[in-house]
């Protein structure tokens, strides 16, 4: 097991900081409160930033409801009516692309 060294009390551990500040420079003494203070607002500032828009936004679902004795027919002819939607869809959406292309002047 691994030894630890002693706990000690914060007046000793401020005495101990004051010591070793009193033996360096004014401008060291700056340098590291200002990396120190940097360091601080950069932690901070991700923290912060961690919870701004981190929820997802709310989504609203859309369900069609049938009656639960439709026939096999009913349930056919829904298909292919959807299904004839979603390509009249396709194809107006395929016209506006090519009206870009074409004002753009590109060939297919």
């Keep these: 097991m691994p030894v630890?060294?002693?706990?000690?009390?914060?007046?000793?551990?401020w005495r101990d900081l004051r010591a070793i500040l009193s033996r360096r420079s004014r401008e060291q003494t700056i340098a590291a409160f200002l990396s120190i203070g940097f360091?601080?607002?950069?932690l901070v500032i991700f923290?912060?930033?961690s919870r701004v828009n981190t929820a997802p936004p709310a989504t609203i679902t859309f369900v069609e409801s049938w009656s639960a004795n439709r026939t096999d027919?009913?349930?056919k002819a829904d298909q292919v009516r959807d299904q004839r939607a979603g390509e009249e869809r396709a194809r107006a959406?395929?016209?506006q692309f090519k009206e870009i292309a074409d004002s753009f002047g590109i060939e297919e």
């Design 93 to 95: 959406r395929q016209e």
């Design 39 to 42: 360091t601080i607002v950069i």
């Design 4 to 13: 630890l060294p002693p706990i000690h009390s914060p007046k000793v551990v």
């Design 47 to 49: 923290f912060l930033d």
């Design 73 to 75: 027919a009913e349930i």
